[in-house]
Structure formats: structure tokens, C-alpha cells
């Protein structure tokens, strides 16, 4: 996968949650969003995630292991790959999409119909979970299910069996 990646809500929040946005810079030295995905992540500015990725995206840019790293809020596209995506996902989703599509990246998606249809068009996806898999094999967290206990906690949508394949990939079933 690009070390550029096009991120949609919901992981965003997740990490926010767990106060970990910036494990997303272990695997890339890109993140970018349409600004559909951005509303949707920082709407309700009283919530801690909230304010955390509000200020995640808007910090002036971090220097990550002499690596520059870059983040960007995007216009909404209205191309012909958002088209074909609204009928079927939801707005954030579609936009994550259809700037996939202009950038010619990869996609951060945890709902599984986006996966899905990231999949059929050959868009390379990881999850939340990947980038905290990768997290761990580089050093940078020393668990996982700590971390997944609490999404759980936070009412995060995990299944056993994704769980179940996260903790055997870690080593820590």
C-alpha cells in the first residue's frame, strides 16, 4: 500500500478514542480526507475524539522519525466515482471513495460494505485494527486487546471473529 491514504470516519474516530491519531503516521506519510468525512468526525465539538481530531488535522505539520508528514481536508468531489458510490453509501464513504479515486491511493475504512467496494474496484483497505497491528510490530503499542477492550467499552462494532484474527496476528491469544 502508498504511504498515502484517504481516511473515512470512522477509524479516525476510533483512534481518537483510544488518543492514538497519531499511530496512523506509523504506516503513512499522508492522510487525507474530503471534507464530508471531517464534519462527520468533528460535528459535536463538546466530545473529546472530536476536539482530538480537530486539532490532529489542523496542527501545523509533524516531523514523524525525520519522516515530513502531511494532512489534508479536501472540497467534496461530485466526479463520476461519487456518482456511482452515493446510491449505495453514505456520504462520508462516497467522498472517502471518490477522492481515493482522484489521489489514486489506498483507503482507511472500517465499514464493511465500503470495504467491500473498495475491494471490487482493487482500491487497497486496512482498518483500524491493520494500522494498530502495524502499530505493534514496530514497536509503538505493546497490546492490542487493552486497546480493543476499550472500543468495545466505547461502543466501537468488532467482531468476534475479526477480534479473534487481530489477537492471533499479535500474538496475544
Not at 79 to 87: G, T
Request: proline fraction near 2%.
Amino acid at each position: 500500500m502508498k504511504k498515502i491514504i484517504v481516511s473515512d470516519a470512522s477509524p479516525l474516530i476510533a483512534l481518537a478514542k483510544l488518543d492514538l491519531l497519531e499511530l496512523l503516521f506509523v504506516s503513512f506519510t499522508e492522510v487525507h480526507l474530503p471534507q464530508a468525512v471531517y464534519s462527520e468526525a468533528t460535528h459535536d465539538r463538546y466530545r473529546e475524539d472530536s476536539k482530538l481530531i480537530h486539532h490532529f488535522i489542523h496542527s501545523s505539520h509533524q516531523q514523524n522519525q525525520a519522516i515530513v508528514v502531511h494532512k489534508a481536508v479536501h472540497k467534496n468531489r461530485d466526479n463520476k466515482a461519487y456518482a456511482e458510490y452515493r446510491n449505495i453509501l453514505g456520504e462520508g464513504e462516497s467522498q472517502a471513495l471518490a477522492l481515493v479515486d482522484d489521489l489514486g491511493c489506498g483507503l482507511l475504512i472500517d465499514e464493511r460494505l465500503g470495504r467491500k467496494i473498495a475491494r471490487l474496484h482493487d482500491i487497497p483497505v486496512v482498518g483500524v485494527m491493520g494500522v494498530l497491528l502495524q502499530a505493534k510490530s514496530k514497536g509503538k503499542i505493546h497490546a492490542i486487546q487493552p486497546l480493543i477492550e476499550q472500543l468495545l467499552e466505547n461502543n466501537y462494532r468488532l467482531s468476534e471473529r475479526v477480534i479473534e484474527l487481530v489477537l492471533r496476528k499479535a500474538k496475544e491469544l
